[in-house]
């Protein structure tokens, strides 16, 4: 099987404030954006949210974490100090990077045996670091770029410096689902995080899948669908071939209403999801203003040969390195986002839909 990403694909549809009224808390929705442009400026916001988070954390937090790479030493400090306020913390890591948790100054260093005078990670006498070996029973590699928050005290992050904090609950039942590995390069990269608030049920199915990573236990056969409030869903990966839920979305759109807009931005798209690439033309032609945006890089096959011909000119391939192998900060795009404004078979006017994650098309 090719399908070796792991979560997720977080889907939002817009709902009315009268809808969101009848629920006892109201799920809140934010997004972010790294913009570094093309100065080559890095650009932290995503980071920066992160940070806010891990700040907002006191004695009362649960914070499970599961990552790709990760190089960001002041990332993994604000982590390490979430844990000093009395935070429980926990990560799921790749296992390729286990390596570097005995080299002094590494971010996987600090979380794990300390910084600044701060302890370490410590779950009871045990590490609270899991190396997920072969991305926790998948396929490849742990690619999730998540994080969970049980509750955040946000007045701790606005009142810092001014040495008084209250006991109040701003938000619970978080997810942060980010595009972005936690690494000094992907602040040069375009990426996304959207934070999902207040959805219980949505927050115990993530935290359900964590503990599924931590414990070695995912199934192929078993790729679970989670719902939230508002028409939230997350879909994982990998999954059996012929169950491609991009795919099923996509089938499900029709392109008979003006102004029918699909957009497309994938860090890469190679031939073995050409199946794609050819049913977002057949689109274009059905009448849907159909635009991808997609990180050219040949050594990997992206975008694919097959993908080139069936989208044409409806596709836009961005430079990722130059003709000596350096990578560039122009055109850096590393978010994997599918936009929908259009009618879906079940409806009769448009509907709007994202698709956003971990996950590219490959």
């Not at 306020?85 to 590494?106: H, I, M, P």
């Amino acid at each position: 099987l090719k399908l070796v990403l792991v979560p997720a694909i977080a889907q939002a549809q817009a709902q009315s404030q009268a809808q969101n009224q009848t629920v006892a808390m109201t799920q809140q929705i934010d997004t972010f954006f790294n913009t570094p442009g093309f100065s080559g400026n890095p650009s932290t916001v995503i980071e920066d949210q992160l940070i806010r988070m891990l700040r907002a954390s006191d004695a009362s937090t649960k914070i499970n974490i599961s990552l790709y790479t990760f190089d960001r030493t002041t990332l993994a400090l604000e982590i390490i100090k979430a844990q000093a306020r009395g935070a429980s913390v926990e990560l799921v890591l790749d296992d390729k990077y286990e390596v570097e948790t005995n080299q002094a100054g590494t971010a996987f260093n600090i979380l794990a045996h300390g910084a600044e005078g701060l302890p370490g990670l410590n779950c009871n006498g045990k590490s609270c670091i899991t190396f997920c070996n072969q991305s926790c029973t998948g396929l490849w590699i742990n690619h999730n770029k998540f994080f969970l928050f049980s509750q955040l005290n946000e007045e701790l992050y606005e009142n810092e410096n001014k040495n008084h904090h209250t006991n109040s609950i701003t938000s619970q039942f978080i997810v942060a689902q980010t595009s972005a590995n936690m690494t000094n390069g992907q602040t040069m990269n375009y990426n996304d995080l959207i934070v999902i608030k207040n959805d219980q049920h949505f927050y115990e199915g993530m935290l359900g899948y964590w503990q599924r990573l931590k414990s070695n236990s995912f199934h192929l056969n078993k790729a679970t669908t989670i719902e939230g409030q508002n028409g939230i869903k997350a879909y994982f990966f990998p999954r059996l071939i012929g169950s491609d839920p991009v795919e099923k979305i996509l089938n499900d759109v029709r392109c008979d209403l003006a102004g029918s807009i699909i957009s497309v931005i994938q860090s890469r798209f190679d031939d073995d999801r050409d199946y794609l690439a050819e049913k977002l033309a057949q689109l274009a032609k059905a009448g849907c203003d159909v635009k991808v945006i997609v990180r050219k890089e040949p050594k990997l096959n992206s975008p694919g040969k097959k993908v080139v011909k069936f989208l044409g000119e409806n596709l836009a391939s961005l430079t990722y390195k130059d003709i000596d192998g350096k990578i560039l900060v122009t055109n850096s795009l590393h978010s994997k986002v599918l936009m929908i404004n259009a009618r879906m078979s079940h409806s009769t006017q448009k509907s709007t839909l994202v698709l956003t994650g971990s996950h590219n098309f490959n």
